[in-house]
T-cell receptor, first 114, second 112 residues
Framework: ETGVTQSPTHLIKTRGQQVTLRCSSQSGHNTVSWYQQALGQGPQFIFQYYREEENGRGNFPPRFSGLQFPNYSSELNVNALELDDSALYLC?????????????FGSGTQLSVL | EDQVTQSPEALRLQEGESSSLNCSYT??????LFWYRQDPGKGPEFLFTLYSAGEEKEKERLKATLTKKESFLHITAPKPEDSATYLCAVQASGGGADGLTFGKGTHLIIQP
């Protein structure tokens, strides 16, 4: 059973650029969620995808968008990067949507915006 | 708006010295309260889910309890490998996103 994998592990971008982060879900999981974790803070919910459709969204602007593919892997896209977007981006998969028992997190992508 | 407040922010204990971490929450309707452990450079790792007041769950040296306003994570005779940041999160009922609302965490250090 493979775990949740994210790529790249680290990324440096310039303000105004666009970035794509990738996530492979744990085998058998059809739901993926993305979280942003700023330094010293808890993770903040960005959105969730279930069977290739957005299933819910937190308080993030539309320049944060995502995709889920038929194999349940996922992408997080961020346009017009701002300095405050610097954070650890976590992907988590689960067996199903709804009550998120046992979210399985990847190790994250550390994004630095200069 | 759902809110989760964890205290203390940081806690340093000697090996074997038992203590408790607190998680206070306000939520429109609680579907579940979750405890996760996060090691440096890694994503959170699931520990427990609690659903209703009075519920308790245990795993090795950890025991989680839940009331209508707060949850406690009791750690008994901790070892250095228990050092980590412990995160509390809630999931609200009634429509909207299924995302979790996390607290800032308690950074726990166990000294040998």
């Amino acid at each position: 059973e493979t775990g949740v994998t994210q790529s790249p592990t680290h990324l440096i971008k310039t303000r105004g650029q666009q970035v794509t982060l990738r996530c492979s879900s744990q085998s058998g999981h059809n739901t993926v969620s993305w979280y942003q974790q700023a330094l010293g803070q808890g993770p903040q919910f960005i959105f969730q995808y279930y069977r290739e459709e957005e299933n819910g969204r937190g308080n993030f602007p539309p320049r944060f968008s995502g995709l889920q593919f038929p194999n349940y892997s996922s992408e997080l896209n961020v346009n017009a990067l701002e300095l405050d977007d610097s954070a650890l981006y976590l992907c988590a998969s689960s067996f199903n949507r709804g009550i998120n028992e046992k979210l399985f997190f990847g190790s994250g992508t550390q994004l630095s915006v200069l | 708006e759902d809110q989760v407040t964890q205290s203390p922010e940081a806690l340093r204990l000697q090996e074997g010295e038992s203590s408790s971490l607190n998680c206070s929450y306000t939520v429109s309707g609680l579907r579940g309260l979750f405890w996760y452990r996060q090691d440096p450079g890694k994503g959170p790792e699931f520990l427990f889910t609690l659903y209703s007041a009075g519920e308790e769950k245990e795993k090795e040296r950890l025991k989680a309890t839940l009331t209508k306003k707060e949850s406690f994570l009791h750690i008994t005779a901790p070892k250095p490998e228990d050092s980590a940041t412990y995160l509390c999160a809630v999931q609200a009922s009634g429509g909207g996103a299924d995302g979790l609302t996390f607290g800032k965490g308690t950074h726990l250090i166990i000294q040998p």
